[in-house]
T-cell receptor, first 114, second 111 residues
Framework: QQQVKQSPQSLIVQKGGISIINCAYE??????FPWYQQFPGKGPALLIA?????SEKKEGRFTISFNKSAKQFSLHIMDSQPGDSATYFC?????????????FGTGTRLQVTL | NAGVTQTPKFRILKIGQSMTLQCTQD?????MYWYRQDPGMGLKLIYY???????DKGEVPNGYNVSRSTTEDFPLRLELAAPSQTSVYFC??????????FGPGTRLTVL
């Protein structure tokens, strides 16, 4: 129930195209859904996040779409650029009141080609 | 404001050796976390802390120990290194548990 399933494992998109990464979860107690971007040799960096009472959040070229009834959420990268080439992780937070933990997806390696 | 810092960046251990991975944050965050990252497996939570003096196990705690004597520091101890502990280790911190801020990682190889 704590799993977050992420797909695809890898993705190749042409410059200017739309990159779409999908995640699904089972635990309805999750209350916060962040996306992280990780470049080789670096730690993950928070990219954008959404709460389940909102269906969409947009920050620049990055948009999260959230479907609460389907228990799915996705990251859309519009006008993808070579600099977006990185590994992306979705995550889901379980907040028990005394502790707050994230469960991560397995990651998607995005390559944006010229 | 350095954020989350981790030392060392790289380390090679022999089987059975011990070491401590250091983690320090200067954001006055109450929550701190240790993760390990293996290829294709995402990040797995090892231990976490909700404040000084309070720690608890995560998903994969076996072979590790932690302590939290100050708000700033959260060291991770490996007592008897095993090849299965070869991984990249990340420390993270957060305030209310919304956005976690990650350190640059420690790449550990156990031979």
């Amino acid at each position: 129930q704590q799993q977050v399933k992420q797909s695809p494992q890898s993705l190749i998109v042409q410059k200017g195209g739309i990159s779409i990464i999908n995640c699904a979860y089972e635990n309805t107690a999750f209350d916060y859904f962040p996306w992280y971007q990780q470049f080789p040799g670096k730690g993950p960096a928070l990219l954008i996040a959404i709460r389940p009472d909102v269906s969409e959040k947009k920050e620049g070229r990055f948009t999260i779409s959230f479907n609460k009834s389907a228990k799915q959420f996705s990251l859309h990268i519009m006008d993808s650029q070579p600099g977006d080439s990185a590994t992306y992780f979705c995550a889901a937070r379980h907040n028990t009141g005394t502790a707050s933990k994230l469960t991560f997806g397995t990651g998607t390696r995005l390559q944006v080609t010229l | 404001n350095a954020g989350v810092t981790q030392t060392p960046k790289f380390r090679i251990l022999k089987i059975g050796q011990s070491m401590t991975l250091q983690c320090t944050q200067d954001m006055n965050h109450n929550y701190m976390y240790w993760y390990r990252q293996d290829p294709g497996m995402g990040l797995k939570l090892i231990y976490y802390s909700v404040g000084a003096g309070i720690t608890d196990k995560g998903e994969v705690p076996n072979g590790y120990n932690v302590s939290r004597s100050t708000t700033e520091d959260f060291p991770l101890r490996l007592e008897l290194a095993a090849p299965s502990q070869t991984s990249v280790y990340f420390c993270a911190s957060s305030d209310s548990g919304t956005g976690q801020f990650f350190g640059p990682g420690t790449r550990l190889t156990v031979l």
